[in-house]
């Protein structure tokens, strides 16, 4: 049975740093493209950001490049999101997801599992 289970969560100041992490299993964890999506009270679902099967290819969300880096390590089936310069409107519950052809990382619906979310909140 396939699981994601995030950790890393908590509450930040403005400009602070955080890091997320996922750990899989159930599944072969090499095999699937990995993402980061995010839940704002009252608002949908986002795409913040997917890695590929060996990590050489890297998508963002516009808002979190250049302050998010996504990265996995296949040998831990873990796959981890370091997130800078915190902003309040990154207030989120983070989610953490498998996709297992890839073609849409950016979009949920091809994603396969889902983590339970860890709860990010900051405040200005």
């Known amino acids: 049975q396939a699981q994601l289970a995030e950790s890393g969560g908590g509450w930040a100041q403005a400009g602070d740093s955080m890091r997320l992490s996922c750990a899989a299993s159930?599944?072969?964890?090499?095999?699937?493209?990995m993402g980061w999506f995010r839940q704002a009270p009252g608002k949908e679902r986002e795409f913040v950001a997917a890695?590929?099967?060996?990590?050489?290819?890297?998508f963002y969300e516009d808002s979190v490049k250049g302050r998010f880096i996504i990265d996995r390590v296949n040998s831990k089936n873990t796959v981890s999101l370091q997130m800078n310069s915190l902003q309040p409107e990154d207030t989120a519950v983070y989610y953490c997801?498998?996709?297992?052809?890839?073609?849409?990382?950016?979009?949920?619906?091809?994603?396969?599992?889902w983590g339970q979310g860890t709860q990010v909140t900051v405040s200005s």
């Open positions: 997801a498998a996709n297992r052809w890839g073609r849409h990382p950016e979009r949920s619906t091809d994603y396969e599992y």
């Open positions: 159930g599944f072969t964890f090499g095999d699937y493209v």
């Open positions: 890695i590929k099967w060996y990590g050489g290819l890297t």
